[in-house]
């Protein structure tokens, strides 16, 4: 049974910095490109960042510069390094496993909050 369980959301003010982690189990998390979504009330949800299994990275134009996506294949854990945080940057955040077309594969998890205040 797969399962996504996501991490290390909080309340942070503006500019400061927060890391997420996605802990994947019951797939073969090495092979696959994973990716970090997120979604704010009353907006569809929207990808964040993505890295391949080779570890080529993609991110979102709102976040590029300030967010750094990583993996740790042994453990089977995907991270988001948020820095320079902006009020804008308010959701709940998610991980999947991207399939070959580029969608989520997954059922969504719980996510993690974060929260930024001015």
């Known amino acids: 049974q797969v399962e996504l369980v996501e991490s290390g959301g909080g309340l942070v003010q503006a500019g400061g910095s927060l890391r997420l982690s996605c802990a994947a189990s019951?797939?073969?998390?090495?092979?696959?490109?994973v990716a970090w979504y997120r979604q704010d009330p009353g907006n569809q949800r929207e990808l964040v960042a993505r890295?391949?299994?080779?570890?080529?990275?993609n991110y979102a134009d709102s976040v590029k510069g300030r967010f750094t996506i990583s993996r740790d294949n042994a453990n089977k854990k995907v991270y988001l390094q948020m820095n320079n945080l902006k009020t804008e940057d308010t959701a709940v955040y998610y991980c999947?496993?991207?399939?070959?077309?580029?969608?989520?594969?997954?059922?969504w998890g719980q996510g993690t909050q974060v929260t930024v205040s001015s």
């Open positions: 999947n496993v991207l399939t070959d077309r580029g969608n989520p594969r997954y059922d």
């Open positions: 019951g797939m073969f998390f090495r092979i696959n490109t």
């Open positions: 890295i391949t299994s080779t570890g080529s990275t």
